[in-house]
């Protein structure tokens, strides 16, 4: 089987995360610059088998879109463009960067590690992973 890898974008960064092989753990994988993703991907894609992408879609509670939606949008269809062959789901990110600070405080992460946004990144993009892989029938 091949990995699935969720993205959490963002303007500045984007928090990446990606299953083993088998498709039942996610794990963070790396936060990269926004203009620095397909690279990444392109990279990341020729030395492991990607059979999915999970892009996070920020929505607010009563489904609205966010200010990043239309980012989130603009960068799926280069995503898509970029990977004709690669499926990509949209999978509801609310509550994800919540969630990931509530998880590196459980952790028992330092104050000064849990300021550093890329941290967070990875986790939410770990997050919405896990989310979708549990949706799954």
Known sequence: MARILAIDYGTKRVGLAVTDPLQLIATALDTVHSTQVIPFLKDYCQREAVEAFVVGMPTNLDGSDTSNTPHVRGFLRILKKTFPEIPVHEHDERFTSVMAMQS??????????????GVIDRVSATIILQSFLASRP
Do not use: E, Q
């Open 104 to 117: 590196l405080i459980a952790m028992g992460t330092t104050k000064k590690d849990r300021r550093d946004k």
